[in-house]
């Protein structure tokens, strides 16, 4: 299959025997436009008749794991209702396709986890951080509902309280922080990410392939009890694109101040 050819805001390499290398790339801080976060959401059905898989290892390009959307696609969607509709559903599989994919699926992240990176990062099996990383959630700056991957993943991998403090004050964490609340699975120095990440995921290659995916499939049927709780979220969060909050925002994230929201 062509990978590249199909989806040409990826890259794709084999840098151990069974593990799959994917590395976001593109836009400033690989932010995600509209093609980046369309091919993320439907690569993983292609990835399931990719010979050879037993592993994925997610990254970012240039030291940075991926700053969310971008203005360009938020700008889509606020020009176009169908678009809109295309990038709520989107923003679903974007969540659910690394959780419903067999394999093991490891996150190397490194600089920035914002927003839909962050979604894609903390829907990895195993997410490999750095100390220094930084790591936000983001909605509730933009002005719109923590949906995308909040409200499904953060109370289970947190708790509750640490889930309402840092999604409704929109607070970051750094990736020792992270690790220490129960967030990501490893911390390490931030030169050793790469390094770390591609050590779990030929571990995982190397494997029981059924037992793994079995093993996968059901620990995340934890996630799967709550997904009416993730579609309210991501409507809720949708719902939000038409209002005045996101125009307040939308401005001061450009601006680079504080929002004061109406």
């Not at 959401?41 to 240039?62: F, N, P, S, T, Y």
């Not at 969310?68 to 606020?78: H, K, T, W």
């Not at 659910?96 to 190397?108: E, I, K, S, Y």
């Not at 309402?164 to 220490?180: I, Q, T, V």
């Amino acid at each position: 299959m062509d990978l590249e050819g199909r989806y040409p805001s990826l890259s794709f390499a084999w840098p151990r025997p069974g593990v799959l290398e994917i590395t976001l790339a593109g836009e400033k801080l690989n932010a995600l436009g509209p093609a980046a976060h369309r091919e993320l959401a439907r690569v993983w059905r292609d990835l399931e008749g990719v010979e050879g898989l037993r592993a994925v290892l997610l990254r970012g390009a240039g030291g940075v794991f991926s700053a969310g959307g971008s203005f360009g696609l938020i700008e889509e969607m606020r020009a176009s209702r169908r678009a809109l509709l295309r990038v709520f559903r989107e923003a679903r599989e974007l969540v659910l396709g690394p959780l419903d994919f067999p394999r093991p699926v490891v996150a190397a992240v490194e600089g920035v986890a914002v927003g839909a990176g962050l979604a894609l990062a903390l829907a990895a099996d195993i997410a490999v951080v750095g100390k220094k990383a930084r790591l936000l959630d983001g909605h509730l700056r933009l002005g719109v509902a923590a949906g995308d991957h909040a409200v499904l993943l953060w109370p289970l991998l947190v708790g509750m309280a640490k889930a309402k403090y840092h999604l409704l004050l929109n607070e970051s964490l750094s990736g020792e922080e992270a690790e220490r609340l129960g967030l990501v699975a490893l911390a390490v120095e931030d030169e050793k990410v790469y390094e770390k990440a591609l050590e779990v995921a030929e571990r995982l290659a190397q494997g029981p392939l059924e037992a793994l995916s079995h093993t996968k499939h059901a620990l995340n049927r934890w996630y799967r009890s709550f997904l009416p709780h993730f579609d309210l979220s991501l409507a809720l969060e949708f719902w939000g694109f038409s209002g005045e909050e996101l125009e307040e925002g939308l401005r001061a994230l450009k601006e680079k101040r504080p929002p004061e929201f109406p």
